[in-house]
């Protein structure tokens, strides 16, 4: 998988980066100080991205998290994004699910395991979806051929 990471705080992508690279060691961790950054990159399609909630260390007219969240719930309907913040506040955990986070993980001792937990069910979520679609594709390749033999034996037997 591509992850997106987006937070203005150095160190903590270069933790989540070194995280991804430890405990998912085939998946891509791509981090951006900026949520404006991610956005002109979202054409690279990430699987899954983590997105700070307050985006304003690095440029104080930055968008905040919410606010790319939006968009790249436009772009990505389907990636589940994951709120990340220091603010341990329903209201804000409540804001982030309203616009479309798939979860929302507060910033202290517990957030890698989390952040651990939470990857291991995309992964397995991804790999079931696989699964499905090429289940899906090969009944259909199943009913096709069904379909020609059938008209092969009418054919035969009206000829």
Known sequence: MKIFIVDDEPFM??????FFKDKF???EAIAFETGERALRNIYQK?????LDFNLDRVDEKAHSGIDILKEMKKMLPDAPIIM????DSPAVALEAVKFGAYDYVVKNENAF???QLLFENI????????QFSF???MNIV???????ILFGILAIRFS
């Open 123 to 130: 992964h397995g979520y991804k790999h079931l979806s696989r």
């Open 142 to 148: 199943l009913a096709i051929l069904l379909a020609a």
């Open 46 to 50: 990430p699987d899954a991205i983590i």
């Open 25 to 27: 060691p085939e998946d």
């Open 84 to 87: 990340l913040t220091a603010q």
């Open 113 to 115: 395991h989390r952040l």
């Open 13 to 18: 992508c270069n933790m989540l980066v070194t």
């Open 135 to 137: 289940q899906r594709m």
